[in-house]
């Protein structure tokens, strides 16, 4: 069909949007096919030139979702716990600890120390090294408080540019969306090796084995401690094991992802197995740990970043170091969050309250994927969709590809990323036959 020139203006448009480099610079031709609606202020501005970035591909679709007024709209995008009634959920144990918080009349606002709160670290460590760790107890361990997951990956991340030999991270594929960026803005190479088999739904352990083996070196690895985002697939004990002994036998670096502890199986202990796995052998190991899942801490932004060294004193040099990496960043972390996190793992009482409202958010999200499961059985939807129950965490990955993804949102008001992927804990036993609807149609009318 012939072009109009405002198809192609509209395809210009199009191709510079999608380019990546349209995320940081759109190049001069866009801001000329931009034309201003203000008068022509804009037209003099130093920054005429930006271009507008897409949205992120998960927190954009949170935006996405705000904007839809229709009641029935449903947000699967986001890995954020829901109750019941589909509302955020404030853990008891937190408002709790809030409250004591509020009581201490000594507390004050001062700076942390760069590192931030001493007593954070220690518990941190501790609870996913294990309290009796070897590594915790000859304070072989350099932690330091940041903010959340994120934060922690990327100041592990600019540590081991500056002061590791390999500059190259081997990253799953797929992964966690922001993995890439992190790590290649702070100066790393990032390569992929197979982990999900897309026909099994299952693990590819053979290509990972492969993969990993044929790594340089000393290279990197980002391993998901565990709830494995956004496929829900963990390899067992056994597979850890042998990942373990291929990644020494290389001398490859975990850097290991927590951000679900205590979401996969409902126990803390048990979704650290993987962790102390590396850490039970005296190697180094990195770990980045974050409470914005476990203790519903999302916007308090707490987490921590753990190196694990061979001795205390070059555990006490890589904290010198993390301090030059976190001072010029942002000096010093916030007090709030890691006081609510100190005082619940200071406190036993408190400390089994948590675990016993972790478990229930744990079992909820297995709840909804037996409910999901039987939904989709029940209409008859064809396909094997056994995965929904077998994955683990917060995230089915559902095998629904972007154009079945983009009629469940157009039709149905349900907003999910593009890759497939739907947050079970988002869901809940009264949104659950409006999403197998959605489904059933997706795969019935959408190849
Ligand atoms: N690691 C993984 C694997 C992960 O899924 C997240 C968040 C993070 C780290 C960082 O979380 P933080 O809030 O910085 O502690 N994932 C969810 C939210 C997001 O994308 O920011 C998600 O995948 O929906």
New binding site residues.
Partial sequence: MEQTPCDRRLATIARHLNSPRSEIDGGSSISRLVTSADGGRSSDSVFNHVVRAPEDP??GVTVAYNKDPSPVKLNL????YRTEEGKPLVLNVVKKAEQQLVNDRSRVKEYLPIVGLAEFNKLSAKLIFGADSPAVLENRVATVQC?????S?RIGAEFLARHYHQKVIYIPQP?????PKVFSLSGLSVKTYRYYDPATRGLDFRGLLEDLGSAPSGAIVLL?ACAH??TGVDPSLQQWEQIRKLMRSKRLMPFF?S??QGFASGSLDEDAQSVRLFVADGSECVV?Q????NMGL?GE?V?ALSIVCKSADIASRVESQLKIVIRPMYSNPPIHGASIVACILRDRQLYHEWTVELKAMADRIIRMRHQLYSALQERGTPGDWSHIIKQIGMFTFTGLNSKQVALMTAEFHIYMTSDGRI?MAGLSSATVPHLADAMHAAITHVV
């Fill in positions: 998960i927190l995008g986001v890995g954020a903010l959340s997951g994120t934060g990956l992964t966690w969306g922001n993995h998901h985002n956004p992802d951000a679900y980045a974050s409470y914005a899942k999302y932004r987490g947050s």
